[in-house]
């Protein structure tokens, strides 16, 4: 058994989060490939190393001195290393990255030291390998992760050590040794990459939420727990709002059927989320609940075309959207009737220019009315319990009307795995309290 473990920031924000995270690596011995982030908050009033090097960053760039920030991490980084009675020359490696810096400041080298340092730290505490991702994750010019390559290096280095081997995340090597980072939270796409490379059986992936929960709990007090899910569900959970994980980390571990675990650092025995390609045979032992997660965003704007006859002319439907192309828009929902033709978009994204699209949708569609509703809010209820179960979205729309919700619009994925109900922004948490009340609360207590 092999699993691959990728701690996110607040795992390693300081010594005691570190403690823990010994005693996760420790207590099971097929957790053989380790990935870290960088040092995370450790409270409200703390920062993230990495915004910290970002700005560090901006502040050579703009010529104003770096060294107070600087120091910061510093010191972050030597209270570890006194806490955890480390030995690892820690001034060394500070001043050959000034060194570097002084001679080329480019951002990426900067903002991927906070793994680096991180990883170094963590290695020698957990008493892993430490290998730096420079040597082992390579990039190719286009940016993408040259799977092959990567793949041999990491086979070399682990057949060269019985240790567990600790690989920092969020950054490799370009193929002329150039230092290069992902997007931000970039370290759990390291992690999954070498979950699909040494063929894990498992991605666990330790944060301080124990995992992925039913719904957003900043509108619901507790929600409960997902305990499995598969990856079109959290594709539309997350796609609606909902988000643990950076959503290129699935790619490579849903290529192999590797499942994601997303576990709790300060709750170990939880068992968190399992994020599975295939729940199904779970499922037949243990059935799923109708309602996997409720989600959902504010402030679309709808924009609602109405010409006699038109849904009889081939091409309508496409003239319309192409207008919305023109101006580089992606379109969330095309809800259409008789004659009458919506486009739901995000607001941030017309804003600016919606007057210019309307011009341009009455020169040339010609409409006999068109309407503009904004301040509204898309609730989706994600499900593959729901499939091929009749009465459902019945069920979820008789009851906002028991609350008294208005819905502007529906609809419903025709893999059934989503219903998504549009209602005033107004609305958006009392929507998404009254499902959870009867689709969850009430349902799971009945168990
Ligand atoms: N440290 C990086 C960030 O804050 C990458 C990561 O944590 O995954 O985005």
């Known amino acids: 058994m092999i699993k691959v473990v990728k701690f996110g920031g607040s795992s390693v924000a300081n010594a005691a989060q ?12 097929s957790r053989k490939f380790i990935v870290t982030s960088a040092c995370g908050k450790e409270s409200h009033e703390d920062h993230k190393v990495t915004d910290l090097l970002y700005l560090c960053h901006a502040h050579i760039r703009y010529g104003v001195s770096y060294k ?7 010191d972050k980084y030597m209270k570890i290393r006194e806490e955890l009675g480390l030995k690892i020359d820690l001034q060394k490696e500070f001043d050959q990255i000034e060194r570097v810096l002084e001679r080329d400041p480019s951002v990426d080298y900067l903002v991927s030291r906070g793994e680096y340092l991180t990883g170094l730290c963590l290695a020698e505490y957990l008493d892993a ?42 950054y490799g090597a ?45 509108i619901i007090k507790k929600p409960m727990r997902i305990p499995r899910i598969n990856y079109s569900e959290l594709r539309n959970m997350s796609y609606m709002g909902a988000n643990v994980l950076h959503d290129d980390a699935v790619f490579p571990v849903k290529t192999k059927n590797i499942p994601i675990n997303i576990r709790n650092t300060n709750d170990p025995d939880n068992p968190g989320t399992l994020i599975m390609n295939d729940c199904s045979e779970m499922d037949a032992v243990e059935p ?27 091409g309508f439907l496409r003239r319309i959207l192409s207008v919305f192309e023109d101006f580089h828009v992606s379109i969330e929902s095309v809800p259409t009737t008789v004659d009458t ?23 040339e569609i010609n409409p006999d009315d068109i309407r503009i509703e904004d301040h509204l809010a898309l609730v989706a209820v994600v499900g593959r319990g729901m499939k091929a179960v009749p009465g459902m979205s ?15 619009v529906i609809n419903q994925s025709a893999d059934e795995l989503s219903i998504v109900v549009g209602v005033d922004n107004r609305d958006f948490e009392k929507a998404i309290r009254c499902i959870y009340d009867k689709f969850i609360a009430e349902e799971r207590k009945a168990l």
């Open 394 to 408: 019945g069920r979820f729309l008789s009851e906002f009307g028991r609350n008294q919700i208005n819905i502007k």
């Open 129 to 170: 390998e430490f290998i730096d991702a420079a040597k082992v994750i390579l990039f190719r010019y286009d940016g993408e992760i040259d799977m092959e390559r990567t793949g041999q290096l990491l086979e070399e280095y682990s057949g060269k050590t019985d240790k567990k081997l600790l690989i920092p995340g969020f």
């Open 68 to 74: 107070p920030i600087f120091a910061m991490i510093r």
């Open 18 to 29: 570190v403690r823990k995270v010994k005693h996760i690596v420790d207590s099971d011995p």
């Open 288 to 314: 799923p609940h109708a309602v996997t997660g409720i989600t959902g965003r504010k402030d679309y704007t709808m924009i609602t075309l109405t010409r006699s006859h038109a849904s009889a002319e081939p």
């Open 174 to 218: 370009l193929p002329n040794g150039v230092i290069r980072v992902m997007s931000r939270g970039g370290s759990d796409i390291t992690g999954s990459v070498i979950a699909n490379l040494v063929d894990a059986d498992v991605y666990e992936n330790w944060t301080d939420v124990s995992g992925f929960l039913v719904a957003d709990p900043r």
């Open 341 to 363: 033709f919506s486009v739901i978009v995000q607001t941030s994204l017309i804003d600016q220019y919606l007057y210019e699209i309307v011009a341009r949708l009455r020169r």
